[in-house]
T-cell receptor
Framework: KNQVEQSPQSLIILEGKNCTLQ??????????LRWYKQDTGRGPVSLTI?????NTKSNGRYTATLDADTKQSSLHITASQLSDSASYIC????????????FGTGTQLKVEL | GAVVSQHPSWVICKSGTSVKIECRSL??????MFWYRQFPKQSLMLMAT?????????EQGVEKDKFLINHASLTLSTLTVTSAHPEDSSFYIC??????????????FGPGTRLTVL
């Protein structure tokens, strides 16, 4: 069964600190992996996308890594800001032309002063 | 670029009425759009895949007669919740697959529609 698990479930950090979110998946065949940021009451917004051959991708203060061998990904947020408070969702696309996305349950991040 | 809009952003209706939600790709064509439902503190759950000019494909457990989907053009898909009940209250999100970016299977999400059925 295709699954995406994220940890931690929730996280509180102080403004300016760094943090790392984890994603483990068992999706097969693998097509690509995305990290999304979802603000409360809003739709998800794409942060990064990585295919099988890519092991790191940056978007400003967000850096995602991918280890296709161990089927793990991480999202590192540098110098966090209050506006980073949101749910971060790891999404893995199933290959084979099915266009199916498997969503993680998300990590709820809260950045405090 | 690649903006997806939804209308309305929120709606409150009485039990038994029908509600239509629109999903539009504003600056690109989307032969395929997806409808998701998200309950509080849960992940997005795919309800159906909407293909322009053909019938939608529904996920297991989703009633096609209750959730009517129409994808009449390359930029518009609609979801109609018929005879809505309080248990249909949820956050409905659509996404549009960019026709020109099939290789990366890029989906762009709308901002969501909050449905509350009284």
């Amino acid at each position: 069964k295709n699954q995406v698990e994220q940890s931690p479930q929730s996280l509180i950090i102080l403004e300016g600190k760094n943090c790392t979110l984890q994603c483990n998946y068992t999706v097969s065949p693998f097509s690509n992996l995305r990290w999304y940021k979802q603000d409360t009451g809003r739709g998800p917004v794409s942060l990064t996308i990585m295919t099988f051959s890519e092991n790191t991708k940056s978007n400003g203060r967000y850096t995602a890594t991918l280890d296709a061998d161990t089927k793990q990904s991480s999202l590192h947020i540098t110098a966090s800001q209050l506006s980073d408070s949101a749910s971060y969702i790891c999404v893995v696309s199933v290959g084979g032309g099915g266009n199916k996305l498997t969503f993680g349950t998300g990590t709820q991040l809260k950045v405090e002063l | 670029g690649a903006v997806v809009s939804q209308h309305p952003s929120w709606v409150i209706c009485k039990s038994g009425t029908s509600v239509k939600i629109e999903c539009r790709s504003l600056d690109f064509q989307a032969t395929t759009m997806f409808w998701y439902r998200q309950f509080p503190k849960q992940s997005l759950m795919l309800m159906a895949t909407s293909n322009e000019g053909s019938k939608a494909t529904y996920e297991q457990g989703v009633e096609k007669d209750k959730f009517l989907i129409n994808h009449a053009s390359l930029t518009l898909s609609t979801l109609t919740v018929t005879s809505a009940h309080p248990e249909d209250s949820s956050f409905y999100i659509c996404s549009a697959r960019h026709s020109g970016r099939i290789r990366t299977d890029t989906q762009y999400f709308g901002p969501g529609t909050r449905l509350t059925v009284l």
